[in-house]
């Protein structure tokens, strides 16, 4: 038996793919033991793959940054009309308070649904206006610190996206 590609040397093995003769030359070639054009199609479906992972990649890059572009926005509205309502009610103290109240509600609610703060629930089911009060007091109080670690963990995922995006453009 001859080789497919040299017809003047002898068939020492066959393609794993498609079967066809290949001498020592051809089957030394490549270490898939793939005949060329089989070995062709394998890194086409493995480019396309890539390919195709890396448009997802950039896809997910471009839609973190833009929820985070659109988290940022909200906080910075948000901070805005609190820091306002904050400020008119008690001055700069007011201000400081109010401005993270969004995140310290969010916080409180998170801790909630964990049972973390059970008692808070269990006032909410009997006495539900001193349950609102209790968590509209702490979420003052702990969204004056809340607050400035959600506004730099989001710039830091913006910052995080937008290089990653810019290095799959690179890719």
Not at 144 to 151: R, S
Request: contains cysteine.
């Amino acid at each position: 038996m001859k080789c497919y590609y040299h017809e003047n040397k002898d068939a020492v093995g066959t393609c794993k793919e498609c079967g066809k003769s290949l001498c020592k030359t051809c089957v030394d070639k490549y270490k898939s033991g793939l005949c060329e054009s089989c070995e062709q199609k394998r890194k086409e479906k493995a480019q396309k793959v890539l390919d195709d992972k890396k448009a997802k990649l950039k896809m997910d890059a471009k839609s973190v940054r833009n929820d985070t572009i659109k988290d940022l926005v909200v906080a910075g509205v948000l901070s805005v009309v609190c820091a306002i309502i904050g400020y008119s009610i008690e001055g700069f103290q007011g201000l400081l308070m109010f401005i993270g109240f969004p995140w310290g509600w969010k916080l409180i609610n998170q801790l909630m649904t964990g049972n973390f703060m059970g008692w808070l629930m269990v006032l909410t089911d009997k006495f539900w206006i001193v349950a609102y009060i209790l968590k509209f007091g702490l979420a003052l109080f702990i969204g004056a610190f809340t607050w400035p670690f959600f506004i730099g963990y989001k710039i830091y995922i913006f910052i995080k996206a937008n290089n990653f995006e810019k290095e799959t453009r690179n890719m």
